[in-house]
Every structure is written in structure tokens, then in C-alpha cells.
């Protein structure tokens, strides 16, 4: 079956870095987009990262440009979330999920099978 296992979250001082991971498995991971998502406390999901089947393009959230990078490695079938110079808004925990049409979308209504999550704490 289907299986996202994030990983990589943990707790960290403001200014510092985390690489998140996504193992993927049970479908054909390189014809998928991928994204990365977000919730806090009371708020909504929000969009944070994404990538197209190739690796070719990316999208980030104006929140976290600048900051994160997205990769992947389609022969391993994971996708990363490369976060540096975190803040406290930052906290939350992270998902990520597959993207059918492959290009990576920015919306949360086009993935399907999400994660677990992984949780990311910033401290002041």
C-alpha cells in the first residue's frame, strides 16, 4: 500500500537548520509531484514546498523562500525539506504528500496520501 514516512523533525534554537525527509513507497514515486505542508496550533494546513516529478521545478510559500529547499532523490524514493534559519513561526508539524499530476502543485485540494508528520519546534 501507499506509505509517506516523514522524518527528520525535532526541536531547535531560531537560527538554526533541519532536513526533513519523506520516504516513499507502494506507488511509482518519480511520475509523482511532491509537497510539503504545514499545521500549527490551531490553524489551518498551510502550503510550505513543492516539487515536480523531475526535480525540475520547485515552489515555495513567500514565508519560507529563501529559507527552505526541496529535493529529492527519485532513486530513492524520498524527498527532502532542507530548512535553515528557522524562527519560531516555524513550529508546527510537517507533512508531505503526493501530487498526482506530477508538477507539484500549490494546492493543498490536489494531494492525496499524507503523511503522519513529523513535528518542528523553534525555540526563541
Known amino acids: 500500500q501507499v506509505q509517506l514516512v516523514e522524518s527528520g523533525g525535532g526541536l531547535v534554537q531560531a537560527g538554526g537548520s533541519l532536513r526533513l525527509s519523506c520516504a516513499a513507497s507502494g506507488f511509482t514515486f518519480s511520475t509523482y509531484g511532491m509537497g510539503w505542508f504545514r499545521q500549527a496550533p490551531g490553524k489551518a494546513r498551510e502550503f510550505v514546498a513543492a516539487i515536480s516529478w523531475s526535480g525540475g521545478t520547485t515552489y515555495y510559500a513567500d514565508s519560507v523562500k529563501g529559507r527552505f529547499t526541496t529535493s529529492r532523490d527519485n532513486f530513492k524514493n524520498t524527498v527532502y525539506l532542507q530548512m535553515n534559519s528557522l524562527k519560531p513561526e516555524d513550529t508546527a508539524v510537517y507533512y508531505c504528500?503526493?501530487?498526482?499530476?506530477?508538477?507539484?502543485?500549490?494546492?493543498?485540494?490536489?494531494?492525496?496520501?499524507w503523511g503522519q508528520g513529523t513535528q518542528v519546534t523553534v525555540s526563541v
Open positions: 504528500a503526493r501530487d498526482p499530476s506530477g508538477y507539484g502543485s500549490t494546492s493543498y485540494g490536489s494531494y492525496i496520501s
